[in-house]
């Protein structure tokens, strides 16, 4: 990441043991505290998990939501009813409301994510205020007057020296949903979830399920709300009053002060937002100007929030001592002259199968005119096909049928022999089937080697769950060696190794072309959609890209290629195909389509 300041590989697990001693003293002392303290911490401890669960999904996912405040009152009620009503162990209900309540969370998240960003808010947010209506008109929840929470157990005699179990309970289950939280974050399914985040076309093509990993990471969330309800019934009185929609707000505001998508943010938001008050004594309408002020300036001065500011005095300071400058100059130097190493290929196609066919595809917009009428189109194994025509003669569209993205009124489409015209983007991956876009999608905040990373996300078995604990699975950390030295491999295969670690917002375009490539056949697919991968690239750019293709092409990858330039069509191509209207003007050889008349009047305009 271009301008970042990091740490020696070395240093890392001593300052995270470091941190974790450091914890532990803190918890000591908290449990030996006055009831004023451990109330204070108890409190920041609940509403600190409550913000990481949140940041999980507005941070990595995108997804703002205003539930959160209602799937902790599920576990608070259900903490409490199960043990006063039923007699249950508490250690017992923990369980049961990290699944419950995860559970809840797929189902909103599967029935919020039809709709998205504004509307997916107000979803949440009426799920948010449903409950607490729910809460207040029923006997068994204690209506207005909330439930008497259980009573936390104390130590064994042998721990009475730990001081206040409830403090310690907390405290840990505050850690464990950090952990988690960063584990995910240096597993490989982090760049995925930014993908899905901010560019999920580049996601979707390289075969994640966009919508399902959204629904699992809202599950995920909501198991972790649900284990902060757990918790927060300790506390005293659980009541609706305490779970309002204001909550939800709260809970947002806390995130955004700290930093979205640091983790350690949100907990020093939550932080300051739940004992500033108890510790500066002011005026209640003042304190809400004064939090309405430091949020509206974080959004306009510090998006990234405290950590971001911190993050801000901690570069500074190095770079006053010279370390930064250094590190910044290392990140951008020239590529130099690389090793070309091909993909390896997905095994399995059948020999004699044509990679792409589609026959007589129909399609329009809705209820628009025709975009595409009766376009035959075959694309022969381990060739260049050319795909070229006028602005709007469908070529884009063409291609997002074959990829999966878009689906024919009428017509078949056949990879590989295979009928696929009714399946989506994730099972033309799984056919070996990978793609870029006209403009090079991908994740701005992330390096280059991150980028290409994602491509890479079928190579990587069972990841979703294996990325909850992904630092210390030895598996996982073999596959984060191999990933890395396949991804360093196709940064090299394309020219641009040296851009692996540089953020892709600060690359030149020409490089991010290059790492868009270097995504799409990291992974070795057998057929490979290029959407005018030469848009914006220098003559030399363009003629190493023309080398890379010819590389790509002797390694049995079949390529289909949209391009604007005639003379490089031409010239690259084994066969090219002209569309015009929707309609497929002529098809074969490059050389005989080159002298048809009407290419030559419609699109040469000769």
Request: glycine share 10%; charged share 15%; with cysteine.
């Amino acid at each position: 990441m271009t301008g970042a300041i990091s740490l020696p590989r070395a240093s890392k697990p001593a300052l995270f043991v470091l941190a974790l001693a450091g914890y532990a003293v803190f918890a000591y002392w908290a449990a030996h505290s006055t009831l004023y303290i451990q109330g204070l911490v108890l409190v920041a401890a609940v509403f600190g998990m409550l913000a990481v669960s949140l940041d999980l999904v507005a941070g990595m996912v995108g997804l703002y939501s205003l539930g959160h405040a209602g799937l902790f009152a599920i576990g608070a009620y259900a903490t409490t009813i199960l043990y006063n009503d039923h007699h249950w162990n508490l250690f017992v209900i923990l369980p049961v409301c990290l699944a419950g309540v995860g559970a809840v969370g797929l189902l909103l998240g599967a029935i919020s994510l039809r709709v998205s960003g504004l509307y997916f808010a107000i979803t949440t947010f009426v799920f948010t205020l449903v409950l607490t209506v729910f809460a207040s008109d029923f006997k068994f929840t204690g209506g207005y007057g909330g439930l008497i929470g259980p009573i936390f157990p104390e130590f064994p005699s042998w721990l009475h020296w730990a001081g206040t179990s409830v403090t310690w309970a907390c405290l840990i289950a505050l850690l464990l949903a950090t952990l988690v939280v960063l584990a995910i974050r240096v597993s490989p399914l982090y760049p995925v979830l930014l993908a899905i985040r901010d560019a999920e076309p580049f996601a979707a093509a390289a075969g994640a399920p966009t919508a399902a990993v959204r629904v699992g990471v809202f599950g995920l969330s909501a198991a972790i709300a649900g284990g902060a309800g757990w918790m927060f019934a300790f506390q005293g009185i659980v009541s609706p009053s305490q779970f309002s929609w204001q909550v939800s707000v709260n809970i947002l505001v806390m995130v955004i002060l700290g930093g979205i998508n640091t983790t350690i943010g949100p907990i020093l938001g939550a932080v300051f937002i739940t004992v500033f008050p108890a510790q500066v004594n002011i005026n209640p309408f003042w304190q809400e100007v004064l939090f309405g002020a430091l949020f509206v300036a974080v959004i306009v001065a510090f998006p990234s929030g405290f950590v971001g500011l911190l993050r801000l005095v901690w570069r500074h300071a190095l770079r006053r001592l010279g370390a930064g400058r250094a590190r910044v100059e290392r990140a951008v130097e020239t590529p130099a002259a690389e090793a070309v190493v091909a993909p390896e290929r997905v095994n399995g196609a059948a020999p004699a199968a044509p990679a792409i066919e589609c026959h007589g595809i129909v399609f329009r917009y809705g209820s628009g005119p025709l975009v595409l009428n009766h376009v035959d189109f075959t694309v022969r194994r381990a060739t260049i096909h050319g795909l070229i025509g006028p602005n709007g003669s469908g070529k884009s569209t063409l291609v997002d049928l074959i990829s999966g993205r878009l689906r024919p009124v009428a017509g078949s489409i056949e990879i590989e022999g295979t009928p696929v015209d009714r399946q989506g983007v994730t099972t033309r991956v799984r056919h070996g089937v990978a793609r870029t876009f006209q403009s090079a999608v991908l994740v701005d905040e992330l390096s280059a080697r991150q980028n290409v990373q994602v491509g890479l996300y079928t190579r990587v078995p069972r990841l979703g769950p294996r990325s909850l604990a992904w630092p210390v699975i030895p598996s996982a950390r073999r596959d984060s060696r191999a990933l890395r030295e396949r991804v360093d491999e196709s940064l090299s295969f394309v020219g641009a190794r040296s851009w692996a670690p540089v953020r892709v917002s600060d690359v030149p375009h020409g490089i991010a072309q290059l790492t868009q490539l270097a995504a799409a056949s990291a992974w070795g697919p057998r057929t490979l959609i290029l959407d005018e991968p030469l848009a914006g690239l220098s003559p030399k750019e363009v003629e190493h890209a023309a080398s890379i293709l010819t590389k790509l092409k002797a390694s049995g990858v079949s390529i289909v290629l949209i391009e604007h330039q005639p003379r490089f069509v031409f010239a690259l191509c084994d066969e090219v195909t002209v569309l015009a209207a929707g309609e497929v003007v002529a098809t074969g050889p490059a050389a005989s389509v080159r002298e048809n008349e009407q290419v030559r009047e419609v699109y040469l305009g000769q």
